[in-house]
């Protein structure tokens, strides 16, 4: 099955497909922006400051999916011996940090309006911050390591103790008491935020992820050129 | 209606500058990759010319090496 899923293969589709996803992304993220800072309402309490929630929210979930993805591929890698598990994993994580950092930063814009402060040691801020520092503690293997083995073993156990930290991130703010408001989406019961929030949102959302589906396909597609660099020295 | 989009009721500062820092970060996400795209990619066709006839033959019988030669920016 997994040679469905090698290099040589599906490099054809990965080097064309990026002019197509750039297309895409910046048509939805137009029509995104347009949707969030001038159609959505502002919101009875929080006034035009909720309006950062259409940068803050999609970057915090997609850097949490990303992560996750990164240490199922990881782990999948380890377990089939597929190297090639490994290079998706690398390629997504550059845009999952980004994500992570946006998600950090833009939290803290809002909270000073909101809050009165740019910053709290509060739980989900702080395990947000923690998951930054699994992702740069990721990214720094990848280039300190020459050793591919060495770099899979430590890489995967640096992502296994780091999605440890996703449900924390998740459950912060049911567990204790944060400044952080709780969720208003929940996909198993009705969510708390009006249709008027909710379409920018989701609209944000899926510019955001097809941003880091660009990313992906040009990071795969230059380490594939690395690997075949490295082929034309043998030759 | 001009002066109320652009105000945001006092909150613009915050809201643009967190959509400002976001659309920036992108920016130079994508100019990083790309940039080093195009590095390696340089690279490989730079490779590939000092390749001696036999060499070359054998490594254009590998379609991903013909793929990378075909979407290069120099040649």
Redesign the interface.
Known sequence: MFKLFEPNKIFKITSKAPRYVLFLFIVVLIIGLVEALILSPEDYKQSDAVRIMYVHVPAAWISLGIFSSITFLSICGFVFRNKNFFLISKSLAPSGFVFNIVALVTGSIWGKPTWGTWWAWDARITSMLILALFYAMYLIVWRIYDNEEKVFKISTFITILGIINVPIIKYSVDWWNTLHQPASINILSKSSIHSSMLYPLFIMTAAFALFSLLIFLMKYNTELIKIKNKGLDRL | MINE?FL?????V??L???S??LL??LG??LI??M??VK??N??VA??GT?TTE?AK??KS????K??LA?ATIN
Do not use: D, H
Not at chain 2, 8 to 12: C, E, H, K, S
């Open positions: 989009l945001m009721n006092g909150y613009a915050y809201v500058s967190a959509f820092f976001t970060s992108f996400l994508y990759t790309k080093q795209f390696e990619q690279k490989f490779k590939f390749l060499q054998s490594a590998q379609r991903i090496n793929e990378i979407n």
